[in-house]
């Protein structure tokens, strides 16, 4: 799996996940249980996954919807 975005706005994870699942792409959400650690202030980034043959087309679902990638 590779990584597709990277953040800590949770809007902007559950934004990208509806589109890709709206495409048909999986993805997995990393890091959902840091807030254990940090105590829910936001500093820890989360990080959205999807499959490598995925990666093109998700990288370009986000593009399209103006939400920054990781390259």
């Keep these: 799996m590779k990584e597709l975005i990277r953040t800590t706005d949770p809007t902007r994870i559950a934004f990208a996940k509806a589109l890709l699942q709206g495409e048909g792409i999986d993805c997995f959400e ?23 043959r995925d990666l093109y087309r998700a990288r370009i679902t986000m593009t399209d919807n103006d939400i920054p990638i990781e390259t």
């Design 30 to 52: 990393m890091d959902v249980n840091m807030s254990v650690l940090e105590g829910s202030i936001g500093i820890f980034p989360r990080r959205l996954l999807v499959h490598d």
